[in-house]
């Protein structure tokens, strides 16, 4: 009974993949060129008009710097907004919202929160090194002890994952990712198995060394390779679109210099509305 719902699992879960692959497709980079573009015109839209906003006030005091970068800094003291300052010190009621008036779609939402609040939360810290694409050294801690496994997962393709839920664990991870090569191994003295040492049509993991005896060790290393093998070609179309993306941005960056900018810091003192009563 096991086996078969493990079977049906993973055949969903690939359906699910393939689904969301016919929705999610490559770039290239005349279509990364004009994603850039247009995040960089709405940030520069949304900077310009914020800077209108901060001229409005009313400027009671202003002092101005420049850090050793050259970049000026601004700090001024202004009056409280009008918006801001008629809420000053003014009781606020808070009153539980009835399920009922609550729509099908948030109410879903709710219940999913309540369910992953109820989950045994883990944090696993991550290093990875990926060797030629092909294998990857993989280092957490439990405690002060340090456990190392080697896997045929290029977790390149999981810079994008950072959390999962299992059916008892709610996983939140944070990774640091970088690339090597097995001839130029930063861990001299360890070896880099081949990547035909691994099983050839799944993910797997070798452990080295570390708390060998404890099996919550491994759970959230096994939640990412179930997540990598159920999820590889999204996770590989994700990880082309990052990089055309980034390499996009590096050209902007190129064609496009920025002076440096003002950093503006406005502050003001609340006053209060409340009026003592006199006798």
């Known amino acids: 009974m096991f086996r078969f719902l493990l079977v049906f699992f993973c055949a969903f879960s690939g359906l699910h993949a393939d689904l969301l692959v016919s929705k999610l497709e490559s770039l290239d980079a005349s279509e990364a060129d004009a994603i850039i573009q247009a ?3 709405a940030k520069a839209d949304h900077r310009a008009a914020r800077i209108v906003e901060l001229e409005k006030a009313i400027v009671k005091s202003e002092g101005r710097g420049v850090l050793p970068s050259g970049q000026e800094v601004v700090i001024r003291e202004v009056e409280p907004p009008q918006s801001v300052a008629g809420l000053i010190h003014r009781p606020v009621h808070f009153q539980a919202l009835p399920t009922e008036t609550l729509s099908p779609e948030l109410l ?3 219940q999913a929160l309540q369910a992953r609040a109820e989950k045994e939360h883990v944090v696993l810290m991550l290093s990875a090194t990926v060797y030629d694409h092909s294998v990857t050294r ?3 801690r439990t405690g ?12 390149n393709f999981l810079r994008g994952v950072h959390s999962i839920q299992t059916e008892i664990h709610d996983f939140t991870f944070f990774m640091g990712i970088g690339n090597a090569s097995a001839e130029n191994n930063p861990y001299r003295d360890e070896t880099v198995p081949d990547a035909s040492a691994f099983f050839s049509e799944r993910s797997e993991y070798a452990f080295v ?8 060790v491994f759970a959230g290393i096994e939640a990412l390779l179930e997540h990598y093998d159920a999820n590889l070609p999204v996770l590989k179309i994700e990880h082309q679109r ?3 993306l980034s390499a996009a941005k590096k050209r902007y960056d190129t064609a496009h210099p920025k002076a440096p900018e003002p950093f503006i810091m406005q502050f003001w003192t609340p006053v209060s509305t409340n009026r003592k009563a006199t006798k």
């Open 39 to 41: 995040r960089e015109t």
């Open 108 to 110: 879903v939402k709710l």
């Open 138 to 140: 993989l280092s957490w």
């Open 144 to 155: 002060k002890i340090e456990n190392i496994a080697f896997t045929n997962a290029d977790f």
């Open 209 to 216: 060394s570390g708390d060998a005896e404890n099996d919550a």
């Open 242 to 244: 990052r990089e055309a």
